[in-house]
């Protein structure tokens, strides 16, 4: 099932899940949904203390989950593509941590997070097989955890590298 504009608002968990609609891309919604984060990051980021970014990191981490178990058993699938809830939340950890840095830092760091999360190399890949379930076997939440935890993994490697090409 490929999900629309009706299923966007069908179930509070929606658009959540969806990136509030940027998962609905036809193409590539995983990096839609990253470069909606790294908007939306920008609109809070001057707003709000370090103190209170981790309070929303944590808060964003238990709703994402919630609503990435609900919006896969809703789509019947473990880790469906327009589920970009994963993306936005790991780019967001990218970022408040590479932050002060500028624009083509931030974008390197956008194209690292993007081919560790789409290509999977190493531990980014054991992290996506680690939670999917059995063939044939409803998402549950450890699908849901897991639909997160890949994303989370290829965030720990951008930044990684990022402070290792800092370091040099």
Do not use: N, Y
Not at 31 to 42: D, E, K, M, P, Q
Not at 71 to 97: K, M, N, Q
Request: glycine share 10%; aromatic share 18%.
């Amino acid at each position: 099932m490929r999900p629309d504009a009706r299923f966007l608002f069908a179930h509070p968990a929606h658009p959540i899940a969806l990136g509030f609609g940027s998962g609905l891309a036809p193409r590539a919604p995983g990096t839609v949904g990253t470069l909606w984060a790294w908007l939306v990051f920008w609109l809070f980021r001057d707003a709000l203390s370090d103190g209170q970014v981790a309070l929303l990191l944590v808060a964003a981490f238990g709703i994402g989950w919630w609503a990435c178990t609900a919006t896969a058993r809703h789509l019947g699938s473990a880790d469906p593509g327009a589920i970009v809830w994963d993306e936005v939340l790991a780019f967001w950890i990218v970022l408040w941590i590479v932050t002060p840095a500028g624009f083509w830092a931030q974008l390197a760091a956008f194209v690292l997070f993007r081919i560790f999360d789409a290509a999977k190399p190493g531990p980014v890949a054991w992290a996506d097989r680690l939670f999917k379930g059995r063939r044939g076997q409803p998402p549950g939440w450890a699908q849901g955890f897991g639909i997160l935890f890949d994303d989370l993994v290829a965030a720990l490697c951008t930044l990684l590298l990022f402070a290792l090409w800092r370091w040099w």
